[in-house]
């Protein structure tokens, strides 16, 4: 499985978030819209994602920790070149757990990607992903993700520690 170090917060001021990413990357932000269905698996989490332009939509198994900070995330992509299909067929063998709706802003700064996130019915959010090689070390990587938070100036009270699924299944 491939790994990552991710790291979640709310994002109080998205327009100067913005900003600060577009300053740190070498290149403009790549923007979707993108439509995640998330299934009830024993173990992890295991998404359909679809996208509104013609990017391929893709089957996403990943586990990580829940809890505030950097974390490693263990993942597992695979195209799917029928997700109305592919939907059907999962909804039918396991429940569906939710669909979370994003608007996402991605900014590649080094391994880094910065993940702008205006998620429909929770808010705006910031999620780094420092993506590992093989080598890589965990612990360096986790360093990184708190030194482009730091940066970015995201407050530690503003992480979150679960899915953006998680959150949307909370009682209001």
Do not use: C
């Amino acid at each position: 499985m491939a790994r990552n170090i991710e790291i979640k917060a709310r994002a109080h001021q998205f327009d100067q978030l913005l900003a600060r990413a577009a300053a740190l990357a070498t290149e403009p932000p790549l923007i979707y819209r993108q439509q995640d269905f998330f299934y009830d698996v024993p173990n992890g989490r295991l998404k359909l994602r679809q996208f509104d332009d013609n990017t391929p939509a893709e089957l996403i198994f990943y586990q990580r920790d829940d809890r505030d900070g950097p974390k490693v995330s263990y993942y597992s992509r695979s195209p799917v070149t029928n997700p109305e299909a592919m939907h059907t067929l999962l909804a039918q063998a396991l429940n569906t757990r939710g669909i979370v709706n994003k608007e996402r802003h991605v900014y590649i700064v080094g391994r880094t990607r910065i993940n702008l996130d205006r998620v429909d019915g929770l808010g705006d959010f910031i999620e780094l992903e420092v993506l590992l090689a093989q080598d890589d070390d965990e612990a360096g990587g986790e360093k990184e993700a708190e030194e482009w938070f730091a940066r970015l100036g995201v407050a530690s009270s503003d992480l979150v520690p679960v899915a953006y699924v998680d959150l949307l299944s909370e009682p209001a």
